[in-house]
């Protein structure tokens, strides 16, 4: 399985950013989006299932929304109202049989 992630990039407090990430197969229990800030642990953002059954970190609730593009083996997570404390590298994640890890993308938000 393979995970393909774009989308970050230096964004202002305040401001949005949308991060995709395309899976190489198109079956999977569910695909999600894991962050880890330096000297932290990597933890949850937000998962959704192949049934469309969403789950997300408190600290991003309201402001971050997961949806899936069935179509197109895509996973995307759209942030607005994004603060420093979101600086982090993004993964992409696919569980089917295991985790499957995309490369990281990175999301800096400026205070």
């Known amino acids: 399985v393979q995970l393909q992630a774009s989308g970050g990039g230096l964004v202002q407090a305040g401001g949005s950013l949308r991060l995709s990430c395309a899976a190489s197969?198109?079956?999977?229990?569910?695909m999600g989006w894991y962050r880890q800030a330096p000297g932290k642990q990597r933890e949850l953002v937000a998962t959704?299932?192949?049934?469309?059954?969403?789950n997300y970190a408190d600290s991003v609730k309201g402001r971050f929304t997961i949806s899936i593009d069935n179509a197109k083996n895509t996973v995307y997570l759209q942030m607005n109202s994004l603060k420093p404390e979101d600086t982090a590298v993004y993964y992409c994640?696919?569980?089917?049989?295991?985790?499957?890890w995309g490369q990281g993308t990175q999301v800096t938000v400026s205070s």
């Open positions: 994640n696919l569980k089917f049989f295991g985790n499957y």
């Open positions: 197969r198109s079956i999977f229990n569910a």
């Open positions: 959704i299932t192949s049934g469309g059954s969403t």
